[in-house]
């Protein structure tokens, strides 16, 4: 009985995250779930953009290409009272870039009845990342690299681990063009009680374009094609960004071929060596919608 109740509550808890993909047949979906304000805002079409401590997620090889040293704080709030934090650094030591990443999902105070009246306690669910990632900038316009992960989940009083791998490639031409490949969570996990957990494996290809308007604004259009290997259907990912002397930027995002989500917003402002970054997402079935923050510091 109890993990019969676990199980549906556990259902519950997922709509917002099993909402992120259409007949979800993977574990874990918290690994496919998008980190960085700004890549948020911009539809996480990221793959060709990750030149900052949030890459870390969508491509490995595209931190080589950050001009600084960074670490990058976030969190994001979902309904239903979950929440998603986001701790990620990067180092350079030429040629090569090391980041190190944390992130986590975490649901808390869940009723358990196991009949009608009161609660007989409650219990929570905590989903957890820690990776470290090398990336090497073969020469100006190429990049490679790749990330270790230890996976960590828990639900109630049961547990599970285990460990994945992402690589990535970045090509770019001039300062304007970049295309990028990468395969994210080749692992295993595991068994959580008797149940086996599905990585969901993914492949990502994406491009982007940067390109000044005048002495004040300049323009960035992403775009990636995101499949999941267990699910069905591509993802299209796609999304822009105008900004105002790299102090003041406005985002938008759309993603086609997800259930419940599609237009995404955001902003970023920067001061001297901080910059600080919003993005909204609104679901639809009343699903509400996710809230993101996140805090840059150049070193």
Same mark, same amino acid.
């Given at each position: 009985?109890?993990?019969?109740?676990?199980?549906?509550?556990? %259902?519950?808890?997922?709509?917002?995250?099993?909402?992120?993909?259409?007949?979800?047949?993977?574990?874990?979906?918290?690994?496919?779930?998008?980190?960085?304000?700004?890549?948020?805002?911009?539809?996480?079409?990221?793959?060709?953009?990750?030149?900052? &401590?949030?890459?870390?997620?969508?491509?490995?090889?595209?931190?080589?290409?950050?001009?600084?040293?960074?670490?990058?704080?976030?969190?994001?709030?979902?309904?239903?009272?979950?929440?998603?934090?986001?701790?990620?650094?990067?180092?350079?030591?030429?040629?090569?870039?090391?980041?190190?990443?944390?992130?986590?999902?975490?649901?808390?105070?869940?009723?358990?009845?196991?009949?009608?009246?009161? %609660?007989?306690?409650?219990?929570?669910?905590?989903?957890?990342?820690?990776?470290?990632?090398?990336?090497?900038?073969? @020469?100006?316009?190429?990049?490679?690299?790749?990330? &270790?992960?230890?996976?960590?989940?828990?639900?109630?009083? @049961?547990?599970?681990?285990?460990?994945?791998? @992402?690589?990535?490639?970045?090509?770019?031409?001039?300062?304007?063009?970049?295309?990028?490949?990468?395969?994210?969570?080749?692992?295993?996990?595991?068994?959580?009680?008797?149940?086996?957990?599905?990585?969901?494996?993914?492949?990502?290809?994406?491009?982007?374009?940067?390109?000044?308007?005048? @002495?004040?604004?300049?323009?960035?259009?992403?775009?990636?094609?995101?499949?999941?290997?267990?699910?069905?259907?591509?993802?299209?990912?796609?999304?822009?960004?105008?900004?105002?002397?790299?102090?003041?930027?406005?985002?938008?995002?759309?993603?086609?071929?997800?259930?419940?989500?599609?237009?995404?917003?955001?902003?970023?402002?920067?001061?001297?060596?901080?910059?600080?970054?919003?993005?909204?997402?609104?679901?639809?079935?009343?699903?509400?919608?996710?809230?993101?923050?996140?805090?840059?510091?150049?070193?």
């Amino acid at each position: 009985m109890k993990y019969k109740i676990i199980s549906i509550l556990l %259902a519950v808890w997922s709509i917002p995250m099993l909402s992120e993909t259409r007949n979800a047949s993977t574990g874990l979906p918290y690994l496919k779930l998008g980190v960085g304000a700004r890549a948020i805002g911009m539809g996480e079409a990221y793959g060709a953009l990750s030149d900052d &401590a949030s890459g870390i997620f969508y491509n490995p090889a595209g931190i080589a290409f950050s001009e600084t040293n960074e670490v990058t704080v976030m969190h994001k709030q979902w309904a239903f009272g979950t929440t998603t934090e986001f701790l990620g650094s990067t180092v350079h030591a030429n040629p090569f870039t090391f980041g190190f990443g944390f992130n986590s999902t975490n649901v808390n105070g869940i009723e358990i009845r196991q009949q009608p009246g009161p %609660a007989q306690g409650t219990f929570g669910l905590h989903d957890l990342a820690i990776s470290a990632t090398a990336s090497w900038r073969v @020469d100006s316009t190429l990049s490679v690299g790749a990330t &270790a992960k230890f996976l960590y989940e828990k639900i109630y009083v @049961d547990e599970s681990n285990g460990a994945a791998f @992402d690589f990535g490639i970045c090509y770019k031409h001039s300062n304007n063009l970049a295309i990028a490949l990468a395969v994210s969570n080749l692992g295993s996990m595991s068994r959580l009680v008797s149940d086996p957990i599905t990585l969901p494996t993914g492949l990502r290809g994406g491009a982007s374009f940067f390109g000044p308007l005048n @002495d004040d604004f300049a323009v960035t259009f992403a775009s990636d094609l995101l499949k999941v290997v267990h699910d069905n259907g591509v993802r299209i990912h796609a999304g822009g960004e105008i900004s105002y002397r790299s102090q003041l930027a406005l985002r938008a995002g759309y993603q086609i071929g997800y259930d419940a989500k599609g237009l995404s917003a955001g902003l970023g402002v920067r001061y001297s060596l901080i910059r600080f970054d919003y993005a909204f997402v609104p679901f639809s079935n009343q699903l509400g919608e996710t809230h993101t923050f996140a805090l840059t510091f150049n070193l």
